[in-house]
């Protein structure tokens, strides 16, 4: 069974700090996904990472991949509030053909709050 | 370009009535994924649809079911509702497209349909 575990569950930080969001995951040969989730509202996708090595950037978000060891990280550099939301990473198992399952597994998502 | 759309978006039923959920895909989409959020399990899979046909189901009862239509559109059923019931329900579609060089699926997620179970 797929088990994907992020850390930390909850995390408030000042503006204009830096901080990273740890997904790690218990299968190989998998796509990793970041969505963001705001209060009462659904899912955005953020991140499609899809190989080993992978970077992604996006404003004052950047998450990698490091399939090897399993663990996917987003970083948050220079926090302002907006960026308060629930972050979730999502893992899809593929076939060994590079076919994707579309089902994801979820970790159980970041609380974040930024304070002004 | 319109996103996922689901409706009811809020739905307040009692014990043991059942329900329909419907979800209509980003045009040209042909999967469509089901997941259940409440606050207790988070976000887990009911099932996925691609050209009518189910491929996947997640670790749910037989209360859960769904179809998925010629246009894509999809619905889920639940019958003999429980408490445990209460739940946001997310819709998502995909669309094979090629991202960094790779084939995949990104979902997207509809807003949900918030069921009340009393």
């Known amino acids: 069974e797929l088990k994907v575990e992020q850390n930390p569950l909850f995390l408030s930080m000042q503006e204009g700090k830096n901080y990273t969001i740890y997904c790690n995951y218990s299968?190989?040969?998998?796509?990793l996904y970041w969505y963001r989730q705001d209060p009462g509202k659904s899912l955005e996708s953020l991140f499609v990472?899809?190989?080993?090595?992978a970077v992604k950037q996006e404003g004052r978000l950047m998450a990698s991949l490091d399939t090897k060891a399993r663990l996917s990280t987003l970083h948050i550099t220079a926090a302002v509030h907006d960026l308060s939301a629930t972050y979730f990473c999502?893992?899809?198992?593929?076939?060994?053909?590079?076919?994707?399952?579309?089902?994801?597994?979820f970790g159980k998502g970041t609380k974040l709050s930024v304070i002004p | 370009k319109a996103g996922v759309t689901q409706t009811p978006r809020y739905l307040i039923k009692t014990r043991g009535q059942q329900v329909t959920l419907s979800c209509s895909p980003i045009?040209?989409?042909?999967?469509v994924s089901w997941y259940q959020q409440t606050p207790g399990q988070g976000l887990q899979f009911l099932f996925e649809?691609?050209?009518?046909?189910?491929?996947n189901k997640g670790n749910f009862p037989g209360r859960f079911s769904g179809r998925q239509f010629s246009n894509s559109r999809s619905e889920m059923n639940v019958s003999t509702l429980e408490l445990g019931d209460s739940a946001l329900y997310l819709c998502?579609?995909?669309?094979?497209?090629?991202?960094?060089?790779?084939?995949?699926?990104?979902?997207?997620f509809g807003p949900g349909t918030r069921l009340t179970v009393l």
């Open positions: 998502a579609s995909s669309r094979l497209g090629l991202a960094g060089g790779i084939y995949t699926d990104t979902q997207y």
């Open positions: 299968t190989t040969s998998d796509r």
């Open positions: 990472l899809l190989s080993n090595g």
């Open positions: 999502a893992v899809e198992p593929v076939s060994y053909s590079g076919a994707g399952s579309y089902q994801l597994t």
């Open positions: 045009s040209g989409h042909r999967s």
């Open positions: 649809y691609f050209s009518e046909t189910q491929r």
